[in-house]
């Protein structure tokens, strides 16, 4: 079975992150990325699946521009089999992703896809949904704990209520949640073997995928903050003002 | 003029109030009608109960076996087709309309508006990005139906009580997939308020130390009548279960009264509470980022000031 991972970069998680006074975007330039650490998760899960013996292959999957080949080499570093980089220099919304997978899909035939529950720049968490439909198959998103045997997906799902367990047949979408697992890191001798796995370019052009975009972005802002508040000095003034507020 | 169908969250029989924050999203596009659609096995308690939300127009029900619990892919070619002639289908945002709403958009061949926070017009919106970071304003394409989900902790709930809309059974004519089955649900069984929507939350952090230290929260929020909320670092480290976790990635909240104990305040976290009314921050490093958005501060350790608390509460 093969496994297609998608692997997105992003904004650092630990860059603060500056909106353009004139509302234009967000400040990107000179600001490190990395990948998105869902699919880390992702990517981590497939690792584990093909140690297990569940899948034989796993494909490394990024959509972006050119200079997208270094962030995909670090996923072929941490285990990847190999990669395919969709090249365009536009950013493209969730819709578009699912339409450019399900194409990917058709060349490949995965038996599982396996994608963050959510990009942590955009925060759309759709994809994976977009993807399910769109190619008539089951999904399973949100994934604590992945169990594949005899066919079938048993995955853990985090949701409001608690835990659920759903059964799927395969081929399916899954999408990772945080306790999935932990990401290994990337040693240097698999930096130097990485160098030689193959990246499959493929023009975003040339996949035929209906580009119309319904969703436009007209103004960034920065939050609204919250004023800071006062220090108390013990238990009894702080029961005290919440109870002068109504709060207790 | 504008035309909604609200996708009703329920369990066990009972509606969710998120259902409600979607409906009060859904009267500010100011449209014709707010149609509630209910899918479930057993409909009829569901649908009496959201008949009663003030500015519901019609409550209409799907009733069929294969809908007692909400798969996605099971409801979404459901929603789909009950979506013809409506301009937006809002669902609200929490994990199940998260799951579902998306698949209903890509099926609509339609984007997905996440996270609504507030409508300027009715195909203009606002939601938040890079964990709340930011705020983008988003046009969505006038001449498609709009699919959204709502943040929750950004709407109240439409009042209930007054209303008495119609209810109408639907009869959906579309195959249904087989490929994906429910097996459980395994809740985390508590009579305390339930943590979306309670008007007070006491949260325990990475402070708190241990699965066992934890009891000291439960025992100040059961004493104030609050539910009990976690940061992503006290589920990560197992003091107690994920549904608990308050964040960017767990809960979002709103809830009159924040009190986050042993919490320091990453990101994260202080995505999921900035709405509370008023926040209120315990803990022994007094540099911690969560001061800078509390209301009210107070450094020291937690294990002596619960204590004090509940003793000053009397």
């Not at chain 1, 013996?53 to 959509?63: F, K, L, R, S, T």
């Not at chain 1, 949701?159 to 367990?165: F, N």
């Not at chain 1, 319904?214 to 960034?220: A, M, P």
């Not at chain 2, 949260?203 to 066992?212: A, L, N, P, T, Y």
Request: no cysteine; glycine share 8%.
């Amino acid at each position: 079975m093969k496994i297609l991972v998608g692997y997105k970069r992003v904004v650092d998680y630990n860059v603060r992150i500056q909106v353009k006074p004139d509302g234009s975007g967000v400040v990107t330039d000179g600001v490190k990325l990395s990948a998105n650490p869902f699919d880390d998760i992702a990517l981590e899960e497939a690792l584990r699946l093909r140690e297990k013996g569940v899948a034989e292959e796993v494909i490394v999957v990024g959509i972006g521009p050119a200079d997208l080949t270094s962030h995909l080499r670090n996923g072929l570093a941490m285990g990847a089999n190999r990669a395919i980089h969709v090249v365009t220099s536009e950013a493209v919304q969730p819709l578009t992703a699912a339409r450019v997978f399900l194409k990917l899909i058709e060349k490949e035939q995965p038996g599982l896809v396996i994608l963050g529950k959510q990009a942590i720049d955009d925060d759309a968490n759709q994809t994976g949904q977009m993807l399910a439909a769109l190619w008539d198959r089951p999904q399973a998103t949100f994934a604590g704990k992945v169990e594949i045997a005899d066919g079938k997906a048993t995955v853990t799902r985090e949701v409001d209520a608690g835990l659920e367990v759903i059964e799927t047949e395969l081929p399916a979408v899954i999408t990772t949640d945080l306790r999935l697992n932990e990401p290994r890191f990337i040693k240097l001798p698999d930096i130097m073997k990485a160098k030689s796995k193959p990246i499959d370019s493929i023009e975003f052009g040339s996949l035929g995928v209906d580009t119309h975009d319904h969703l436009k972005t007209t103004h960034y802002a920065a939050p609204a903050k919250r004023s800071k508040g006062v220090m108390v000095k013990d238990a009894a003034e702080l029961v005290a003002a919440l109870k002068q507020k109504g709060l207790l | 003029m504008s035309k909604i169908l609200v996708i009703a969250e329920h369990l066990d029989g009972k509606l969710n109030l998120s259902t409600a924050r979607a409906v009060s999203a859904a009267a500010a596009v100011k449209p014709e009608a707010i149609d509630l659609l209910v899918l479930a096995d057993a409909p009829d308690a569901i649908a009496a109960e959201a008949a009663k939300i003030d500015g519901v127009s019609r409550v209409l029900t799907v009733a069929r076996a294969e809908n007692a619990h909400p798969l996605a892919a099971v409801l979404a070619p459901q929603i789909a087709k009950a979506a013809a002639g409506y301009s937006h289908v809002f669902a609200p945002s929490t994990t199940f309309g998260k799951d579902v709403a998306p698949r209903v958009a890509a099926l609509l061949g339609v984007a997905q508006v996440s996270d609504v926070m507030s409508v300027e017009a009715a195909h203009t919106f606002k939601r938040p990005i890079y964990a709340g970071n930011a705020i983008i304003t988003v046009e969505a394409d006038a001449n498609h139906a709009v699919v959204a989900t709502i943040r929750t902790a950004s709407w109240p709930a439409a009042a209930s009580g007054a209303g008495s809309a119609p209810i109408e059974a639907l009869t959906i004519d579309v195959a249904l997939p087989t490929h994906t089955r429910f097996i459980e649900l395994k809740q985390g069984s508590s009579d305390r308020p339930d943590l979306q929507s309670a008007s007070k939350v006491v949260s325990g952090g990475r402070g708190v130390g241990s699965k066992e230290n934890f009891e000291i929260i439960y025992k100040f929020a059961d004493k104030i009548g609050a539910a009990v909320g976690a940061s992503r670092a006290a589920v990560d480290a197992g003091y107690v279960p994920n549904e608990m976790q308050v964040g960017q990635t767990g809960k979002i909240i709103a809830p009159e009264l924040y009190m986050a104990i042993g919490i320091s305040g990453a990101i994260q976290h202080l995505t999921g509470i900035k709405d509370a009314g008023t926040i209120v921050a315990i803990n022994k490093d007094g540099e911690a980022p969560i001061f800078e958005i509390a209301d009210f501060g107070l450094v020291g350790d937690l294990f002596k000031l619960i204590p004090e608390l509940e003793q000053a509460l009397g």
